[in-house]
């Protein structure tokens, strides 16, 4: 038998922790067969009488590649031996797979690196930010070497995903505070999230709404998958470099502790950070207020001091008049405040205000703190008519199953008024509607309207006003209103936008096919902020110059007006501004209307001043009924 034969018997096919399949074993058999079958040459004795001094090559080197090569495998030759890597590539490429190996640890540490000092709001994303020394991670990583081998790779996972979830969070934040200037609510806000997926499919179409919606989900998916390997990987690469890791964690804690006991800053930005802790502990008291507000919401709403007044001793001052109660989406201070836009929008409320004044009429206007900014409308129309400051969903749920008498109700107690509801922006089945006492609502699909929407917006504020004269205040021999109108023209994304016509033509709506075409695109507009802001404000000026014709048209002697905004608009409008101011405006002919109102102090004309006073929304109601009852 030759010395090839016989290395191949001492070699253990097990040896590399596999066992060689039938094929393999037929193969070597028929191999020594015909091995034993050739004449027997001359032993080459110089391989066993002279030392190995050729230079090993790559592939007898590169056993230990990467964390994927397995201890104990002979060279690919051997039989039995697995190749390491996809197809044995590691082994054929061994610097590839050295450069793969060290650029995985360092996206790895990159990506922990984020999730950790990552802002939960946009606006404060800077490169100061991802410089810091995170307190959560050198405790984390000192965490992960002090632990025994188990409970190390169980915390890695854990923690891995952890940090994932807290990241998913920052990033919704992200989105409710480019919406609605403020956090995520862990408690209320779960319903939000179908209002949100709604408003894709109305402004952006079916298609627009499955993609947006399908892309969160991977990205979250990927984000929790993406973060708990890595913590895995970087916890494996700390073990084996133990030392090392071991002092930077040290070093690290120290920095920590001087930058912080020093205030030490880049800019603004502080470099000791606990910010994880913070966000955390954040989040634990909104979870635990979030649980108390309906014992404390309960307590509030059963305080009415008109619960017990007479039908005929309610809202005396007003009887015999039409009062509508106007709601102007999304405007707010900003369309009057900011430099950029108050020209324009002060042009159109003097314009305004001069034109009422030509007919006989005249206004008061002041400032209301809204509950909500940015969007959450309903919020805020029934904090304006419950007197209670409805600040989340869940309070409004329970307002909306209560007994609590809003504004519209006691108008509809006293059987003086047909109360009705023109909401273009409804177009489904809307069951609180019956809580707000309202005789009949007009929603999208009953003001006669068969033009088309001009993106969320289904009727613009023109053809409202114009179909609620049509539908009911135009009637002969009727009896007095009460009516609440929503005007949505002016509801986010703000394009494209309606324009005025002449009231003659509106006709059945038709003709806003053509406006709609001479429109904008939502799409390219809000790629720039400025031309955001710039469609915002003539949308405002839209929504006004549609209530205030309409009052100078048909507006008599018995019309009291009542308009004002719900929210601020979205903060690519507000620009920071964080204030949730909105104006309110009386407008009236009969002069004794505004006189019961005349120690309220707030501005002549439809522009309130600066220092004009300011409630709080959810104070209007009781005020109201005050100055407009027997007393008042």
């Given at each position: 038998m030759s010395p090839f034969t016989?290395?191949?018997?001492?070699?253990?096919?097990?040896?590399?922790?596999?066992?060689?399949?039938?094929?393999?074993?037929?193969?070597?058999?028929?191999?020594?067969?015909?091995?034993?079958?050739?004449?027997?040459?001359?032993?080459?004795?110089?391989?066993?009488?002279?030392?190995?001094?050729?230079?090993?090559?790559?592939?007898?080197?590169?056993?230990?590649?990467?964390?994927?090569?397995?201890?104990?495998?002979?060279?690919?030759?051997?039989?039995?031996?697995?190749?390491?890597?996809?197809?044995?590539?590691?082994?054929?490429?061994?610097?590839?797979?050295?450069?793969?190996?060290?650029?995985?640890?360092?996206?790895?540490?990159?990506?922990?690196?984020?999730?950790?000092?990552?802002?939960?709001?946009?606006?404060?994303?800077?490169?100061?930010?991802?410089?810091?020394?995170?307190?959560?991670?050198?405790?984390?990583?000192?965490?992960?070497?002090?632990?025994?081998?188990?409970?190390?790779?169980?915390?890695?996972?854990?923690?891995?995903?952890?940090?994932?979830?807290?990241?998913?969070?920052?990033?919704?934040?992200?989105?409710?505070?480019?919406?609605?200037?403020?956090?995520?609510?862990?408690?209320?806000?779960?319903?939000?999230?179908?209002?949100?997926?709604?408003?894709?499919?109305?402004?952006?179409?079916?298609?627009?709404?499955?993609?947006?919606?399908?892309?969160?989900?991977?990205?979250?998916?990927?984000?929790?998958?993406?973060?708990?390997?890595?913590?895995?990987?970087?916890?494996?690469?700390?073990?084996?470099?133990?030392?090392?890791?071991?002092?930077?964690?040290?070093?690290?804690?120290?920095?920590?502790?001087?930058?912080?006991?020093?205030?030490?800053?880049?800019?603004?930005?502080?470099?000791?950070?606990?910010?994880?802790?913070?966000?955390?502990?954040?989040?634990?008291?909104?979870?635990?207020?979030?649980?108390?507000?309906?014992?404390?919401?309960?307590?509030?709403?059963?305080?009415?001091?008109?619960?017990?007044?007479?039908?005929?001793?309610?809202?005396?001052?007003?009887?015999?008049k039409d009062v509508l109660f106007t709601f102007i989406e999304s405007y707010g201070r900003v369309a009057i405040d900011d430099p950029a836009m108050a020209q324009q929008t002060d042009a159109v409320l003097k314009e305004g205000t001069g034109r009422l004044k030509a007919a006989g009429f005249a206004s008061r206007s002041g400032w209301l703190e809204s509950p909500v900014t940015g969007a959450g409308s309903w919020l805020a129309h029934s904090t304006f008519l419950s007197g209670l400051w409805i600040k989340n969903q869940q309070r409004y749920r329970n307002l909306t199953t209560s007994d609590r008498m809003t504004l519209t109700n006691y108008f509809g107690k006293t059987g003086a008024w047909r109360t009705v509801g023109i909401v273009p922006g409804v177009r489904r089945a809307w069951p609180e509607g019956k809580y707000f006492g309202l005789d009949h609502i007009y929603d999208s699909e009953h003001l006669g309207y068969h033009g088309p929407y001009f993106s969320w917006t289904p009727v613009p504020d023109q053809f409202s006003m114009e179909a609620f004269q049509r539908l009911e205040h135009g009637k002969k021999d009727r009896e007095p209103i009460m009516a609440e109108i929503i005007l949505a023209s002016s509801h986010n994304p703000w394009s494209p936008i309606a324009r005025m016509i002449d009231w003659d033509d509106l006709g059945d709506g038709s003709v806003f096919h053509r406006i709609k075409k001479e429109g904008t695109n939502p799409t390219e507009v809000w790629k720039d902020p400025e031309k955001v802001r710039t469609e915002y404000r003539r949308a405002i000026e839209y929504s006004i110059r549609s209530l205030t014709e309409w009052v100078e048209r048909y507006g008599d002697e018995d019309t009291v007006l009542v308009f004002l905004g719900d929210h601020q608009p979205v903060p690519t409008v507000t620009a920071g501004d964080t204030g949730k101011d909105v104006p309110i405006t009386i407008v009236a002919k009969d002069k004794k209307v505004l006189d019961r109102i005349a120690g309220w102090n707030w501005t002549d004309g439809l522009k309130p001043a600066a220092n004009a006073p300011r409630w709080g929304m959810d104070r209007f109601r009781d005020r109201f009924m005050t100055a407009y009852g027997p007393q008042g």
């Open positions: 016989r290395s191949r018997q001492l070699s253990d096919p097990t040896e590399g922790g596999a066992e060689p399949d039938d094929g393999t074993a037929a193969r070597d058999a028929a191999g020594e067969q015909a091995e034993a079958d050739k004449p027997e040459a001359a032993p080459d004795t110089s391989a066993e009488t002279e030392p190995d001094t050729a230079p090993k090559t790559a592939a007898d080197t590169s056993t230990d590649v990467g964390p994927d090569t397995a201890p104990g495998t002979g060279s690919e030759g051997s039989p039995g031996a697995l190749k390491p890597g996809w197809f044995g590539w590691r082994r054929r490429y061994p610097r590839v797979a050295r450069g793969v190996s060290v650029g995985t640890t360092v996206l790895a540490g990159a990506l922990v690196l984020f999730a950790l000092l990552v802002p939960n709001q946009v606006d404060k994303i800077e490169f100061a930010s991802f410089v810091r020394i995170p307190a959560e991670g050198v405790l984390l990583a000192g965490l992960l070497l002090a632990l025994p081998p188990k409970a190390r790779r169980v915390t890695a996972v854990v923690m891995g995903a952890f940090l994932g979830l807290v990241t998913i969070l920052k990033f919704v934040d992200m989105g409710f505070y480019q919406i609605l200037a403020r956090p995520f609510d862990l408690v209320l806000d779960w319903i939000l999230i179908e209002n949100g997926t709604d408003f894709l499919r109305e402004t952006f179409g079916r298609t627009g709404q499955v993609l947006a919606v399908t892309g969160v989900i991977v990205l979250f998916v990927a984000v929790l998958v993406l973060t708990t390997l890595s913590v895995v990987r970087l916890t494996r690469l700390m073990v084996r470099h133990r030392p090392v890791a071991a002092r930077t964690t040290l070093i690290l804690g120290t920095a920590w502790m001087t930058c912080m006991t020093l205030g030490l800053q880049i800019g603004t930005v502080p470099i000791a950070t606990k910010g994880n802790a913070e966000f955390l502990g954040n989040r634990v008291e909104q979870v635990r207020a979030g649980l108390k507000d309906a014992r404390v919401f309960e307590k509030q709403a059963a305080v009415d001091a008109f619960a017990k007044t007479p039908p005929d001793q309610l809202l005396t001052g007003l009887r015999g």
